[in-house]
């Protein structure tokens, strides 16, 4: 029940038109995803668990180029909204 929530939530945030909102959803939407792989298995198999880990690690650093990438777009269009910035080009 608490992992379909988590997945709604993340889908109505990468639908959203603002760009914080976007990255947000996909940074749950991959914490849910690891949730989900690690309560389908036993807890005494270690290979999910490092690959969860290791997706952890993977989903912080796009994380980080995204919000790099979000604060310079902010700074040249002065705008969040992701349909302002396809009018733009």
């Known amino acids: ?3 379909s929530l988590i997945f ?3 889908i109505w945030l990468i639908l959203s038109r603002e760009w914080l909102r976007v990255i947000m959803g ?3 939407l991959g914490h849910a995803t690891n ?3 690690l309560s389908s298995g036993p807890y005494s198999d270690m290979l999910p668990q490092a690959l969860i880990l ?3 690690v993977i989903g912080l650093a796009i994380q980080t180029v995204l919000l790099v990438f ?3 777009a902010r700074q040249t269009e002065h705008s969040d909204d992701l349909d302002d910035m396809k009018e733009a080009e």
Do not use: E
């Open 8 to 10: 709604a939530a993340s």
């Open 54 to 56: 290791t997706a952890i």
């Open 35 to 37: 949730l989900f792989i």
């Open 26 to 28: 996909l940074s749950l």
């Open 1 to 3: 029940m608490i992992l």
């Open 70 to 72: 979000a604060y310079f």
